[in-house]
């Protein structure tokens, strides 16, 4: 079929982006603009190859190639990458000494490889786990990076390179950044989709240079192309680009609406070419998505610190240890002179060597194995995380993976969320839900589902209706089919005329193309109701009514805009007086309320209108409008105007209310989320009133929260330091802003962000004059305009005032940190913002960028000190999901971006709420447990080194036997502690998730912190100290063969009494029993022995006496009741104590957490908030149901999106039919008069219809 316009036909059948590359010879490098020093030339490869970086003496391509690479490591980077970040953790560091230490023999008293051996298997563990996580990322990275380009030639993604010329079809996905240079839509426009580039559900249009247009209209054309792009360098700023066309000697002009990004989606366009400009990491996404960051827990950063108080106290010991030596060796020789000939160093020195030997002997203290079990038990809880099935996705066959194993207890400690909206909280799903028409409200009954069947289907008697409409009210039809209300008649006729909606027929069916959801569903529930748009032109819009065809001729299109926030269509009848506006907008900007109804459902709703306008009304009324459109100076100021006087005195016919689908179970879990003291805070790239919709629809937002906006925030910043900086400094400073002592929420734009924390930086003066990127001053309505500028100057002028005060400040801040008043005033405003937005309950941050998601993330981790976790599923939350501690996508539909960088992923959103509340709280618990009693058993089975080194003259001779140091953390105590850390539960999942308040223990660091481990260091020590005593007083002054008073069996006794004393404490610490706890406590006891008696064997002993030099030292002591006794006696005295004193803790213990409403966490100063009232004290501002961008009315207006011709069939279709209405269903009465007037417009014969404005879904 040949396409409009000559059009470069699509070569390929299907949807997915082909490529086109033809290399020719290269030319003479061109001249460079000094603002603008990236050239690319199409079709030439060679050309293009030429521009190097150079960066000291080596040099690469300055063009990247559009190879993504998401892994962290490569093949040269694995090893000494990893290697880094494994010693980054002190603990490495430390055996590492230590085993250095052992490669001396003087000082050594430990093989070299009982440290140097586990060591390696550590290093060995953690970087496969590495590998195995960036294979895995790499891995998930293949579907979407390798789609296959077809066409001209075949190409993969990563085989594209700049200047190469692209083809892409409908629902393709850009795969770089591309100049448009042709589509097959009239006036070679595109649409897109942006919604995981900035968030945006609407589709933006972009439009090929009028030259490219024009010129390539044929694959030879095409081929032939050596246009060269000058423009500038590669940057982050996603709606910003200028450059030229450098052509046949000619230069145009381009800007962002020629240019494709890559990841956006192109719709309602069958085919476009594009010239790739950036290409991989150059691209405008890729440079919003921020750097690969090495997370680390909370637990992770805390034992390295305690490694080092560890290491330190070691060092104290050995130190005070060979002191003792030093006074004992001594007194020896002072003693025994005569035999001072048999040494062979000076006291000093062998002092020293001692010293170096009992740190060695100690370094057990931080044991390792204690490292390696940790992997493991991350390791087992992701499997956990993979395998729940409660978890798991069905319709998309989607389970929940644990991408890094290495995070899942800080899962645990979460306190701040940052959530995005579209596509993570919404389903972005616009469902025509209810209507009022008259005063009289309709609502809809709930359905889930296409209608089918003829009881189902109330709509069969319209044969255009497409099936899908889901709402039903009897009332309604009846009013619609009887065709008598004319208040019935005018508002479904407004829905089906005032719009910018684009029809085109595709099998004989009509298909819409709305460049918002919205739209199209109001226009799609008029046409299931009769009113079926049909066609459009220029200058007119046709209409079946209840099957009767009328042409509206378009006088004029007042375009929505955001400061308008309604639209309108002066259309003319033919009849005296017949012309008039039809008005929808919101409900603050149409003449008359909304339904308040609407709006506390959460609903997005417009309002409707229209009005009569004589025939010289109209015309001096166009006489101004054309005057007002050719104004060189203030035109939208004077269309305004123009239209504001043609939309008065209007009649309100009734509202609409459309539902915007939230994910299934997103309210509960925001709710359970803040019971468990979480911050749920949303930031999206969408408009601030749909935010703030899906805020309260969400229940993130309520009505009796006082909600914060821009005004709001400047007076309470205002309050806050005027009030801060005049307290006297002996008084210090007050702790908390002054906020008022009811809920609070803050909503907040990307535009006073970066008024608050950016802008000021570099220009003050920016808060001043309201300029936007491409320097013209954008236009503001009126009244805001008197307000917003003498605002920003006193915006600009309390900065100024601050700067000086802060300077002269030398009080801690408001946070409680010790900071200086040496700080930046940027560094105070920054606290500032993140001490009010951390006192809110809810904040919600619209019209934000990639990086300001990013920005808002790390200024709360850095003033908070909180762990944050960032959930999305775009590539526009991929820069906030790397600055998280924790990030999270969701697999969705339209692609993998957000997947490919987190470390966790989810289907839906709903299932944080068992991530965080179930497995992230189970292992932050099993962690901190396995730590604390590991340290605890380590602590009471090596302190007795100690106290040995009293006995044996502090000559770091070793208590144990050789065999029970090696194996203690390998086999005797390793299965309980390791069971405590896979399987511990203290509540089940199910009370998990009814008691959220359990969750606060975690981020409270209740579990695991210094004083719990000086409490386990304590427990520690104080069993050993009975281990070593109790046997020692016992065994005193005993002799003969069934004594313990000799130095083997006295080992043995101790071992087997801080082995079974570790046990019983672990058997008491187990609060979740199964057979495999029963088995863990029964394999380590049945180890001790089996390898006891093995390696105290006269075999092995005589196979080796030096290596086993216990002989039969287990049967001396276990053949004695009495040796048996004071073992029995160690384990009762270590663990009665802590048996009593745990009864009485769980009889002094408090109620546990019961399900209540949230309160505000802590007390805060109430100050008047001023004359901004409470949502529930007034009519809640809704959401109006308009997402598209102003422009789509010009574009209609001037015939640009039209097509020339009409589309095949189309005649046939407008052309009246006997069988309009279905057999057996009673045809519509004739009009009365009144009606008849009123539909005066007479059925035409044929109309030339138009198309090609996007759709966010297909109607027939």
Known sequence: MTPPHGRLPPLSPSGRALGFCCSLGGHALGQNLKAFTWEVKANSRAYNNQFKKRFLCWQRQKHKSNVINTAKYNVFSFLPLNLYEQFCRISNLYFLLIIILQGFPEISTLPWFTLFAPLVCLLVIRATRDLVDDIVTLLSGWPSRPAPCHGFLWKKWANLCVGDVVCLHRDSIVPADLLLLASTEPSSLCYVETADIDGETNLKFRQAPLVTHLELTSVRSMASFRGKVVCEEPSSRLHHFVGCLDWDGRKHPLDSGNILLRGCRVRNTDTCYGMVIYAGFDTKIMKNCGRIRLKRTKIDRLVNRLVVLIFVSLVLVSMALSLGFWFKVREFKARHYYVSSRYLYSVAAETFFIFWGFLILLSVMVPMAMFIMVEFIYLGNSMFINWDMEMYYAPQDQPARARSTSLNDQLGQVQYVFSDKTGTLTQNIMTFKKCCIGGVTYAGADGHGPLQGSRENPYLWNEFADGKLLYQNAELLCAVRDNKDKTVREFWRLLAICHTVMVQEEDHQLVYQAASPDEEALVTAARNFGYV??????????????????????????????????????GECRRPGGSGPREKGADGAVPAPGPQSFAEQTLRTLCLAYKQVGEDAYQEWRQRHQEASILLQNRAHALHQVYEDMEQDLQLLGATAIEDRLQDGVCDTIKCLKQGNIKVWVLTGDKQETAVNIGFACQLLSENMLILEEKEILRILEVYWETDNNVPRGKGRRKHL?????????????????????????????????????????????????????QDRRLSLIWR???????????????????????????????????????????ICCRVTPKQKALIVALVKKYQRVVTLAIGDGANDINMIKTADIGVGLAGQEGLQAVQSSDYVLAQFCFLKRLLLVHGRWSYMRVCKFLRYFIYKTAASMMVQIWFSFYNGFSAQPLYEGWFLALFNLLYSTLPVLYLGLFEQDVSAERSLQLPELYVGGQKDELFNCRVFLQALAHG??????????????????????????YQSFAVVVAMSGLLSVTMELVLAIRYWTVLAVLAVFLSLFFYALATSVSQSLWLFQISPKTFPFLYADRNVLSRPSILLVVLLNVSLNTLPTLALRVICQALKKPGPKEREEAPSEEIVAVEPGPYPQRGSRGRRSSYAFSHREGYADLITQGTSLRKEPEPGARDLLRPRANTWAPGRRRPPPQDPASAEDASCPPTSQATQGSSLPAQGQGG
């Open 533 to 570: 748009f049909v066609a459009r032109t220029q200058d007119s819009i046709t209409v079946l009514e209840l099957g009767e065809k009328r042409v509206y001729k378009v006088l004029a299109m007042m375009d929505f805009n955001s400061i308008r926030k309604r639209m309108s269509v002066l």
């Open 738 to 790: 002054f906020l008022p002592r009811v809920k609070v929420a803050m909503v907040i734009s990307g535009e006073l962000l970066d008024q608050l924390l950016l802008s000021l930086r570099k220009e003050p003066r920016a808060l001043v004059h309201n300029v936007n990127e491409d320097g013209d001053k954008s236009w503001q309505e009126p009244d805001a305009q008197m307000e917003d500028v003498p």
């Open 801 to 843: 005032m601050l700067g000086v005060q802060l300077r002269a400040t030398v009080t801690p801040q408001v946070t409680g940190s010790s900071s200086s008043a040496s700080e930046s005033p940027e560094v105070r405003r920054e606290r500032a913002f993140v001490e009010l937005a951390s006192q809110c309950q809810a904040v």
């Open 1021 to 1046: 020590t104080l069993t050993s100290l009975v281990n070593f005593f109790v046997p020692l007083w016992a065994s005193h002054d005993s002799a003969g063969p069934v004594s313990f008073s000799d």
